[in-house]
């Protein structure tokens, strides 16, 4: 009994002191961290308001009924896209909360059919429909209401089901998926569209089920870049790794000890580092290694956005399968390239849980996700993609080799006749 009262004594004087050393420098550690604190929850409540202020349109893309073309005319409309990145003074970042405005690319099958939207502030559609107009002369864009509104609120209720999940990247994002320019057939040379399996597993749903796919991205300043040249470095080996200065206090330790007796009788000479003479870089890197640093630098000499990619698929509960998950998942998994880089669904995200509360949790984490969606809330694991990169994730598919369920194009456009009489 006297050892836990002696303890507790002990304890309470430990208290005291600390508290006595906080009292006298309390206004020197608090500063900084509060500030970051309340710096982070000021911008987070000011963008999200000034979010809230913006005035969104959501256009449906139909494409061309004749469409044979590669995903690179989608790749000329995000570059196109990366002009609407803007510097802010201090007064529109720190008091209005300004941000670069967000677009949304969207594939959403139901009704067994596959539809394409482009959600972006409406201050921002003649841009998109310049450009789209620009790439795909025969598309049709049309003003849509918004498809997340066909169906409650809130799901999974009882007639609803839900599965969804963010993406993110295996890799460090400089490296690059495989994109398209890899879709070839390696004897014909013709492409084959990386969204003909999607596209496929979207237009053959049943009644009653859909699957919704967004790439919510923003452009970001170039100084990313560099970011990913020293990773490119650091391949080639233009970059030496520096010694822990634990190791090299160790080393020299060393030498010191071993040369204590030989020092009594003669003088010493510490040895020299010397550094070898390396090869020339086509010699040292391996067949591999060199395409690998070659998608590298290509991939950051383009437009980057930070890019937000979610799935969700929903159908009524009699006819609900994870199939479909699976289906579509890997269908993703074909931009993977194991040398490079390749999508999978995040954990924190999936709406799996395991353990205690799993029907509690595993609800409340589908209900999150499904409102992020709605929302086309940014929060959350976050992915940068090049121009290329995301042009093979979303552009209007080859309608040479895509399922039927694709919405296109009745009639061809064309423009009046220049003879045309006027009043």
């Known amino acids: 009994m006297d050892i836990i009262v002696y303890s507790l004594i002990d304890a309470i004087k430990t208290i005291r002191e600390g508290w006595e050393v906080f009292s006298r420098v309390w206004f020197i550690v608090l500063p900084v961290p509060f500030y970051y604190l309340l710096k982070t929850i000021w911008m987070s409540y ?19 009924r004749d469409i044979e073309r590669s995903p690179k005319p989608m790749e000329s409309v995000f570059s196109g896209i990366a002009g609407v990145l803007k510097t802010f003074n201090p007064i529109e970042e720190f008091v209005k909360g300004m941000t670069t405005n967000p ?6 099958g139901f009704d067994g059919a596959v539809h394409f939207y482009i959600r972006m502030p409406k201050n921002y559609r003649n841009l998109i429909e310049a450009h789209v107009y620009a790439q795909y002369p025969d598309a049709e864009i049309v003003e849509a209401s918004d498809y997340v509104d066909n169906v409650p609120k809130i799901v999974p209720n009882r007639e609803l089901d839900l599965w969804g999940a963010d993406f993110e990247l295996v890799k460090p994002d400089p490296y690059p998926i495989r994109t398209y320019k890899y879709f070839e057939e390696s004897i014909t040379g013709e492409m084959i569209d990386p969204l003909a399996a999607l596209v496929e ?21 170039e100084n990313w870049y560099n970011s990913g040249r020293a990773l490119a470095d650091e391949l080639a080996g233009k970059t030496k790794k520096r010694e822990g200065v634990l190791a090299s206090i160790w080393g020299d330790l060393g030498d010191v000890i071993n040369n204590v007796i030989p020092g009594l009788t003669q003088p010493v000479e510490f040895a020299k580092k010397e550094e070898k003479e390396q090869a020339p870089l086509e010699f040292r890197l391996t ?17 980057v956005f930070d890019t937000k990619m979610r799935f969700v698929y929903l159908g009524k509960r009699d ?7 699976s289906s579509f998942v890997g269908g993703i998994k074909q931009f993977a390239d194991f040398n490079l880089n390749s999508f999978k669904p995040n954990e924190r995200s999936k709406t799996v849980a395991n353990f205690i509360f799993v029907d509690r949790r595993l609800r409340w984490r589908q209900r999150k996700i499904f409102k992020r969606y709605r929302d086309r809330d940014r929060t959350g694991k976050k992915v940068v993609l090049s121009s290329e990169e995301l042009a093979t994730v979303y552009h209007m598919p080859d309608m040479s080799v895509v399922a039927p369920g694709v919405i296109k194009t009745e009639f061809k456009r064309g423009g009046a006749p220049s003879n045309l009489p006027v009043k």
Do not use: D, T
């Open 46 to 64: 000011r963008q999200r308001e000034y979010a809230r202020s913006l005035e969104y349109v959501l256009l449906e893309i139909i494409p061309p």
């Open 103 to 108: 677009f949304s690319f969207e594939m959403a």
């Open 201 to 221: 597993v979207m237009g053959s749903l049943e009644p009653g089920q859909q699957i919704w796919f967004q790439c919510i991205m923003v452009p970001i300043h």
């Open 287 to 303: 067949p591999g290694e060199k395409e690998i640093l070659k998608a590298l630098e290509a991939n950051i000499g383009k437009y």
């Open 319 to 325: 006819n609900f399968s994870k199939a479909n998950v």
